[in-house]
């Protein structure tokens, strides 16, 4: 029974967390916590976790978090860097859904989050949570830094091309398209139904705090640096990440469809959760709700050389608790896939 | 031209009332005021009002707005009643949009908006601002309370019946559904598109303080005091009331469907904005989106007796900014559909 | 192992059936039938099932549906009842999920339906499927009724007050909301997402097919005849029923809201999925979105005596899918809930 | 008084064309035809119309239309050119708001629409209606090809940059984003709500047929023939095209982002319906919400030498219906921004 803890429980992470650890028999929630809530029930709070949790929320105590074997940080960044140290020493594993352990330049990390980190030490032990491309490292780790939800849909849908040199990394553009959930379960009047369901929008068009975290995972998979055009945009639904990624085919290279439709499913052909979409299927948001699922489709325009990877997550399951989840069970060396084999919800 | 000043116009009818004035000619808005936003043009904070409104939020202040000829108020409820009598005697004249001037029972209305009322010698002067019940007296008028959204559907909707003397007032039933604008532009969790689309729930089950203002509303227009069983819903749209409202036919009387469609007809057959459905069309909230037209169809049920009235309204145009204006023009003598002919936006 | 077939799996409660079926251990899909898709892959018409289902979509063929222990009819009325009497000689289960077999008086269905009912005979052995009144008829039953989407929600609603003789049965309201999904996976214009959303509308105004139904369940439960206004509403989402149920107190009895909450929590403390929620919490149909509970407040209202029940459900789980899937496991002595403990999607 | 007649009205493009035409006095509305709902009161099938249209549709009559000044096809391509040259030679000015006339290459259109072109001796004399550009030629134009929704949208945003010569037309990429109305209102399954809603996606992968439109215009304003990428996406949202769009500074220039903004509002600054917005603000769908405005918002981001610019309009509106009528304002000589000032919706 692995005895697992949740601190910032109340966010959509957290909740998600909830929802989809609640229902297995192996995992036993010990701890959930959120200072705003503490002494609420959690049923009483989120009633569709009625009959599935007794426990009531409380503050995040080091002691009564130090019994667990896993604890996950759904919290904001900037929160986990100051107990992760603690919880390590007391021999708990750690899978954190914030930014704090993600980049591992910690000059950059802390231009873009605005904060000076307090256990720069723990970066490099850090290790980034994406199963397809660090597994091994995820096996023995202490720490794991889950990636962002852009990140993940990003990172999975250029990942083969980089690897494979066959792009001109000079010219790459990721269109990112995101539902609402993602700016979490907090007041605000930008996320209000009222303003954000029927428009749609580009923000932090300047610069998104994602960028910098897929340039880190792009520039390691390609072999010449890339140069990048990151552009989030919110739109009006609940949950999902659709990523339109951009890349000229290499001067001097020969592509075709077969090539690249054989050089994804190889890539990902030992993944439970990466699915290489046949051409003709293109991936819709929807049919990855709920589930741990990235769907990918690669194209190739031969008008114009273009090749454009359609890449789609739950922002909220593989963007973030999913793959949460996916990380402890490879670090506990439980089965990869244990209660994450759910189908997405359509319609 | 008429001066007119809004008094929180920042909110969600306040941003109505300035998208319905703005193109007026015979209009010239003088004095928009927000204390948040104070200083910021009103077309930065709202770029859908670019190149139609030039001012700049200000903070109320008592003798700019008695330059005006009219002054709105989009303000939550407690805030009207501290600058009316001022404004009353520098002559303006006043349009509240929210709940202070509504109850003419200053005993139920400090119960319910649990306030003391801070001058309600002028509750007397008040008139309802239901122009289809009140007209006479609202020409006249120096104070016009704006009914509410709810209100204004579930009477409108109620009215020809309880005249008419037709219905058994004892089991008065008002299921009305409304859109999340309803709920106001404030930071907020439960309104979070995340929180409020693909869902749907009553509120304010035991009691809402729109019960009373409609009680006050049917119990005038019928020979018997009503027992009126109120309930709202947030449904996930952004506009809309839907009022579905239900009554056994009194015993002893006969009805059939072609008197009550005559006597609807015929009690609204002056009324700009009221428009009675002939038997066979029933309404739709996005048949007056954006509009300022309660639409009504009147049903009768032959298998149990009853009548169900079914009457849809925008809440914020005929719910709010839209018939404060008609307010405004039957005040002033203006013709009472002056900018308010705009037809609803489908799809 | 359980051998299952579904009939018109393409429709919306077909996809629902594969989603609750295709992760369970103990039940094996052996035929899914759409004449209009026959041929595809399962996983191409629907991609969220891909790495699930294996099968494609067959015509119907009694030979190889008699196979099977259990067929479902995921299809329009008017379908099973040419099907099943074949496959029940065969030894076949059945759960119907249409309308074929809901109605005991043949002339009200075939009023209702305009067909001539093709086995009336089986009408009488057909038990109708709603657990928590029919439980030990469904264990022995080959042939199960599964109830409507608006039955379920307003049947689980009123039964309590109707086995207790509580309220006067003269003037039951049932006014229910449904998402957009009830009305199935086939080409219309009026469910078109620019037609359906941003808007609310009733609907059937003059008579529901579910109308019938539900009053033949309620007159069942009560001990006199109940005169019901049951009246339909289109909402902007995509799943769930919302019912909201009003009833006066019988004149004579005393009612408080203790002995309400008690009688409902008496009347469902052993069923697994109605779950009655304490005095202050009240249902939104997300808290059941994708789940199989009925969730229920029940409310007393001191002030004009009336009672207001709330009562949720997903109209594709415990409005028809989730708990054809019960009645199945009840037919074939499987744990009630086995395939049906998955938690409600939020947000 | 210009006499109007409208072809294919019952579609969305049609409905709008009637509610922005419908409240101007100088407008006489003549003629509205569907074949499928000919003898159907126009305001029985849209209610929104009611009281402002007394029209029934008719079937399309060649000598009836002959009687209006001008003629609006709001219908599918290969409709227009069947009727056009009849109406041309009655003396009708014609605005197309479908694609027959706006591909100057006739082999290309009949490529893409899969059609030969009924009366190609047509398409020289017709004027591209994008007032932005061709202003003069509409004012003489007998015959006006109302550009598509993504064209206008990507058109204005890109033209400024193209027209300088700033960019490398080598990797332009237009990344379109478009609400579920550009469908239009017809019955299918891919655009229930149930299916559009709470989903995102590509679609069109390998080609649209917007795509020749777009570079069509493009190359006119370029000195070197451009290689766009051009990807439309579907997003649950009934109004609205947000398009993205990406260049690379061209090799050896410098930009800045104060001499991009200068460029953009010089080049649009007498254009009563483009608006460049400040830096800073970015635009949303929902500020031009029923407004016939394109919003764009020109950004530089110096850590790549990327240029992005953001480039809003309503579909109906400035994409289609607004643009109509823009055009026919010029047409005629009127005031061209007559009957075009209503302000978004908002929220």
């Known amino acids: 029974m692995v005895k697992v803890g949740i601190i910032g429980a109340a966010g959509y992470t957290g909740v ?33 976790l009625r009959g599935h949790i007794d426990l009531k929320f409380v503050a995040p105590d080091a ?14 960044h900037g929160v986990a860097m100051h107990t992760v140290p603690d919880l390590l020493e007391q021999g708990v594993r750690i899978v954190d859904l914030s930014a704090d352990f993600r980049l591992q330049d910690v000059a950059v990390w802390e231009r873009w989050y605005n904060t000076t980190h307090h256990c720069p030490e723990l970066i ?22 889950a990636p962002g939800c852009y990140p993940t849909a990003v990172q999975l849908g250029f990942l083969p091309l980089l690897e494979a040199g066959l792009v001109d990394t000079d010219y790459l553009i990721a269109d990112a398209k995101s539902g609402v959930s993602g700016a979490g379960r907090k007041a605000s009047v930008d996320f209000l139904m009222a303003e954000a369901n ?26 010449q640096p890339v140069n990048l055009t990151f552009m989030p945009h919110l739109t009006p639904m609940i949950r999902g990440i659709f990523a339109t990624l951009y890349a000229p085919v290499k001067s001097g290279n020969e592509v075709n469809v077969d090539q690249l439709q054989e050089l994804y499913q190889q890539r990902y052909k030992d993944e439970p959760f990466v699915d290489v979409l046949p051409q003709g299927i293109h991936p819709a948001t929807r049919n990855v709700k709920g589930a741990n ?28 608790s999913g793959q949460a989840i996916q990380n402890m069970n490879i670090m506990l060396g439980i089965d990869e896939s244990t209660g994450l084999d759910s189908i997405a919800l359509i319609p």
Chains 1, 2, 3, 4 share one sequence.
Do not use: W
Not at 63 to 76: H, I, K, N, R, S
Not at 201 to 220: C, D, F, M, T
């Open 198 to 223: 029927e428009s749609l929008k580009a923000y932090a068009v300047s610069g998104h705090r994602h960028g910098p975290e897929i340039e880190q995972g792009l520039n390691r998979y390609s072999e």
């Open 293 to 320: 699922y990235c769907q990918i489709s690669v194209n190739y325009l031969p008008q114009n050389g273009r090749i454009v990877v359609l890449s789609v997550i739950d922002n909220l399951v593989k963007g973030a």
């Open 124 to 145: 490099k032990e850090a290790v980034y949570g994406l199963p397809e491309v660090n597994r091994q490292q995820i096996k023995g780790a202490r720490l794991v830094a």
């Open 16 to 48: 998600e967390l909830l929802r989809l650890l609640a229902t297995r028999p192996d995992v036993s929630l010990e701890v959930v916590t959120s200072r705003e809530l503490r002494g609420t029930a959690v049923a009483t709070m989120f009633p569709s």
């Open 63 to 76: 002691a009564e978090l130090g019994q667990c074997d896993v604890v996950f940080f759904a919290t904001p």
